[in-house]
């Protein structure tokens, strides 16, 4: 088993996951000022503990069990709400096509996930810092109770940070807070109108979806958003540039970080948390230096977690392990972020791995990814996690490129 595991991590960190939200374009001011609406009170919204038994073991008529197996974690980036923009034939259109899903296949995929009874559960619950024998602080897996029968889903969603490249092509430009006190998306269509929606971005749809399946979230958890700073959060432009600073570009700073606020705080009440993604969407492997690390950790703690809070959840860009090996090696890059106070390390793969280390209280995880290049398969018959999904049902081919797709067609 050892091998094998090693063997993957090997093959993933030969696969470059570039375009997740590749730090190409320039830091740029959207414009986009609009103040949200002042919301209505909201309806009462429950979180519960899943690592706590229910007193007598059922809650509302259902009976819950402990489980100890694996808990899977499926991540995505924001989605497509606009194939056409989005596959228009520009240079973006190959990786969007690789690295992100579409609104309809994302629909599908929540279905599938539902139908086939996995319950969404939050990151921060699944492991816990405790002290050892020993009296070091240790991070040990959780037990989850569960309603009986059902099986754990993580879910996380990179870059929720509406990119300038995002805007352009296809993607809601910002979450606002509706009149209703909901999250919404806004945006514009292909045409240039501007469009208020639930159903044009991953966030609101699944607010939705577990409004009207409230048994698929039976703690209220929805999903960990991994963010980096360097464009700001959520579509609020809320990060400094060193090149040029001026006080007029300051104050429309501290507009957006306010204009934020509320956003922040609706998505915490609803079940969402949030992780980092590092401010610059740097690479931890070790090409860049322990002193750019350092400063853009702190600067990830000034411009986004003074909005957001602090988290013990770290999610490498591009999946990129710290050192160049975070599983068999503890090195100074992995020691120094644990010291900051991650102690959850995401990468991704091709299964939902997860190692509690022994030698530093921090535990390592992969993430799948539901996307063009896992829907459009391998040689497997149904392409890749296939006990979530059959790719063949998900994948929009009329709305994307016309690319290979590997797997079997129905018959
Ligand atoms: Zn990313």
Request: aromatic content about 10%; glycine content about 10%; overall charge negative.
């Amino acid at each position: 088993m050892r091998r094998v595991i090693s063997g993957l991590l090997v093959l993933l960190m030969l696969i470059p996951l570039a375009s997740c939200g590749g730090n190409t374009a320039p830091p740029a001011d959207s414009g986009v000022t609009e103040e949200p609406e002042e919301p209505k009170a909201p309806e009462p919204y429950e979180i519960l503990d899943p690592t706590v038994m229910p007193e007598g073991g059922v809650r509302d008529g259902i009976t819950y069990a402990a489980y100890d197996g694996v808990v899977e974690h499926l991540f995505f980036h924001p989605v497509v709400a606009y194939p056409e923009l989005a596959f228009d034939g520009d240079n973006q259109a190959n990786g969007i096509d690789d690295y992100m899903v579409t609104v309809g296949e994302y629909n599908k995929i929540l279905q599938s996930v539902y139908e086939k009874g996995y319950v969404l559960v939050d990151i921060g619950d699944v492991w816990s810092e405790i002290a050892g024998e020993d009296g070091q602080p240790r991070m040990v897996r959780n037990t989850l109770y569960l309603p009986e029968g059902k099986k754990p889903l993580i879910l996380s969603f990179d870059d929720t940070n509406y990119y300038p490249y995002m805007l352009e092509n296809g993607f809601a430009y910002k979450l606002i807070l509706g009149d209703d006190g909901l999250i919404w998306s806004w945006g514009k269509d292909p045409q240039g109108n501007e469009v208020v929606s639930q159903d044009l971005d991953a966030i609101p749809i699944l607010d939705k979806f577990v409004r009207e399946h409230p048994e698929f979230s039976p703690f209220g958890a929805k999903g960990c958003l991994s963010l980096t700073g360097y464009e700001g959060i959520l579509g609020y432009r809320t990060q400094t540039d060193t090149k040029s600073w001026t006080q007029a570009q300051e104050a429309n700073r501290q507009k957006e970080r306010e204009a934020v606020k509320p956003i922040i705080e609706e998505l915490k009440r609803t079940g969402w948390t949030f992780g980092s993604h590092t401010w610059g969407h740097i690479r931890l492997g070790g090409s860049v230096s322990l002193a750019e690390i350092q400063a853009d950790t702190e600067r990830w703690a000034d411009e986004v977690g003074t909005l957001v809070g602090p988290t013990t959840i770290l999610f490498y860009p591009h999946g990129e392990r710290p050192d160049g090996n975070d599983w068999q090696n503890t090195g100074p890059i992995f020691r120094y972020l644990q010291s900051q106070g991650f102690r959850v390390f995401c990468s991704v793969g091709i299964e939902s791995f997860s190692y509690i280390k022994k030698d530093i209280c921090a535990v390592i995880c992969d993430r799948l990814h539901p996307d063009g290049t896992t829907l459009r398969g391998s040689d497997k018959v149904i392409g890749w996690y296939s006990q979530f999904y059959d790719a063949r049902d998900i994948i929009d081919l009329e709305a994307r490129p016309q690319r290979e797709v590997r797997w079997t067609p129905k018959a």
